[in-house]
């Protein structure tokens, strides 16, 4: 994973800074938790880059912003954790496992709380504009959740829903961050709008490999276990589309197939992946996936600044993009 | 109850105009269900008081404001009623027992993020000293939440951990509402503090009087069912004091009569009652609220600014204490 070394240190010590109440415990202990699974930390470094694109004169000033985009993306996580019943989180239990769901829920709404604290914290000038942008994005965070889970209970999503429901739940925050550094540095509003599209079509992109690599990775090199998504019937891009392509005379197979469980989960992948060739589906999905890396791509030129200044954005999108199979 | 009729139309007003997404609907269908509930709405009440109080130019200019304020309320509603496992609010189902925890959960938390956006909408000058209040008293409101619940475990809180509790847990958002609507008129920080004080010590005493009334009041006038608190066990300030006040040679009975459920309730009311006058613990705690009915006083009172200006605070005050045994 690329790394900005200078700029994650400083987001780690800023992180580590911020110490929370140790009272009352039980709402405090698990934000602390949560926060200490430590994961890429992606968006507050997003926040950051956006800052430093359009040359901001210090850049500690978009500390409190990417810790801000730090902290929501946690809360998401711990309430998403509760309603999709996750055991674990990063290889650790989760917080409504560990605790309970009340202290997950409320624990949750604080570190939300916590997260518009840091916005207060950002230069006066800038934070109305900054909310302006976390609540929409907040706000969409939300909507993707919710069709998310509306997902699981429905048959008739296509190719554009989904990825509709990938854009708001996943690839919005990522653009978010970018704009809201971008706008910290005084960024154009045209050139706030690019960065911002630059990162909802990488995180689209991002999304859609990450569906492939389930079935299409290298075991060895992809670091998840492969066939993950088949196993639990996950309606991911590559599920949809051979959903839209299947013809009639394979429908009792494939249906056959999702009926069965973990004990027969090798049969199953098998079963799966044959369909997949069959229909050309990792193709399919590998077009789409190079559409919104192309727009990715296509956005961040647009930028009207320095092509010097855009090394390290480029940098992120390749390491980001070109992911080991 | 006491409302200013053209400051209560406005919020009305403002609430309805308001209008939320169709899509998705599992997402803000029960926000609009919650919403149109409609308490007393007191709180976004207090914002327009507050602006009004220090003559605020334009009254419209603190509807934003107020309308976070209610948005907020109904959120920490939402999502108290999923912990507390309550069926009913305001006499009608609540959103988890309607719809579902998951539900209920996501939906509170896109009302948390409407009520930033609110804030969002304030005048911009405002909007840093708006979102750092929001951000304190919405987190104390979390602190309160966690305590109350930790409080239901535990046999050993004395009456300056529950004053604390319910401080945090109701009075700061009153306060602060006061405190916005003095900010959105540009009071000095004293006044603001002052204002802020009287709405704490304001809802401290009125949260007071309604442990009181659940036991002491007359069934006709209280509206609600006498003794509620009592049958389900519930920590109130009475409780408190009496587990302060008793001594050994009663302690055996009033564990007996805490044993005792929904079919023996009139033998349970009556016995723990029995114990409070026993221990004159309607004096103490009537003692107690006046304590703090007298700090709110107090606070009023040295606001530095015209006294006419404070009838409106002084006859809803005044209302709110004086309700009906």
């Given amino acids: 994973m690329y790394v900005n070394r200078i700029f994650a240190e400083k987001i780690g010590e800023e992180l580590e800074s911020r110490i929370l109440p140790h009272h009352p415990e039980n709402l405090y202990a698990p934000i602390d938790y949560m ?72 624990s949750g709404d604080a570190l939300l709380i916590k997260a518009y604290e840091q916005l207060s914290r950002c230069p ?50 990522l ?56 196993i639990a019937n996950k309606k991911t891009i590559l599920y949809i589309l051979l959903g839209e392509a299947i013809r009639r005379e394979d429908e009792a197979y494939f249906a056959e197939l999702l009926s069965l469980g973990e004990v027969d989960a090798r049969q199953k992948i098998a079963g799966i992946i044959t369909l997949y060739e069959k229909y050309a589906i990792q193709q399919k999905a590998d077009t789409l996936k190079q559409h919104y890396t192309a727009l990715a791509y296509k956005s961040l030129e647009a930028i009207n600044i320095d092509h010097q200044r855009k090394t390290e954005l480029y940098e992120l999108a390749n390491q980001l993009m070109k992911r080991v199979r």
Same sequence: chains 1, 2.
Wanted: net charge negative; aromatic share 8%; hydrophobic share 45%.
């Fill in 35 to 106: 926060l200490n699974l430590s994961g890429k930390r992606i968006r507050p470094l997003l926040v950051l880059l956006g800052a430093d694109l359009f040359g901001i004169k210090n850049i500690d000033d978009a500390l409190p912003a990417s810790v801000a985009i730090e902290y929501f993306h946690n809360f998401s996580l711990i309430h998403d954790d509760i309603m999709d019943k996750a055991p674990l989180r990063r290889g650790k239990q989760t917080i409504h496992q560990k605790w309970n769901d009340n202290v997950a829920i409320l």
């Fill in 175 to 230: 653009g978010g961050a970018l704009e809201m550094g971008a706008v910290l540095a005084g960024a154009s509003a045209e050139n706030r709008l690019q960065l911002y599209d630059f990162g909802v079509n990488l995180g689209i992109a991002f999304q859609l490999q990450d569906d492939i690599l389930d079935a299409f990775g290298d075991p060895v090199t992809f670091g998840k276990q492969v066939g993950g998504d088949i």
């Fill in 124 to 173: 006066a000038r800038f934070v109305p504009d900054l909310l302006r942008i976390f609540n929409r994005v907040a706000l969409e965070v939300c909507e993707g959740q919710q069709l998310d889970m509306d997902f699981e209970t429905s048959d008739t999503i296509g190719q554009e829903e989904y990825i509709n429901m990938i854009r708001l739940k996943t690839s919005v925050l």
